[in-house]
Nanobody, 126 residues
Framework: VQLVESGGGSVQAGGSLRLSCAPS????????VGWFRQAPGKDHEGVAC????????FYADSVKGRFTVFSDNAKNTVYLQMNSLKAEDTAVYYC????????????????????WGRGVQVTVSS
């Protein structure tokens, strides 16, 4: 089983990108799926999370109002729509998932996911 991310790239400040995360070998039906990032020289930072069964979402303060996490259950895919990108959003973005039994009442920390993708680079130039 694995997670496969796509959609990274380079964009100018103010632009938009959409990241995708799809599972291989299982489905997201009863999962929480989220995104976190690591900028050069910094620790991993939680960005957003979607609890798929009840559609609750959680966001880091730094991305609220700019990023949206959502799913297309028919495609078994979770997306991160990133608008109004800033240079400080530059990082490797990872998708993470955790299965049935989780109980998130806040944005999960990266280590609370038990499966990570390999990450995609997002570069925002000012």
């Amino acid at each position: 089983v694995q997670l496969v991310e796509s959609g990274g790239g380079s964009v100018q400040a103010g632009g938009s990108l959409r990241l995708s995360c799809a599972p291989s070998g299982f489905t997201f039906d009863d999962y929480a799926v989220g995104w976190f990032r690591q900028a050069p020289g910094k620790d991993h930072e939680g960005v957003a999370c979607l609890s798929i069964p009840d559609t609750r979402t959680f966001y880091a303060d730094s991305v609220k109002g700019r990023f949206t996490v959502f799913s297309d259950n028919a495609k078994n895919t979770v997306y991160l729509q990133m608008n109004s990108l800033k240079a400080e959003d530059t990082a490797v973005y990872y998708c993470g998932s955790v299965g049935p039994g989780y109980d998130f009442r806040r944005l999960p920390k990266p280590l609370e996911y038990n499966l990570w993708g390999r990450g995609v680079q997002v570069t925002v130039s000012s």
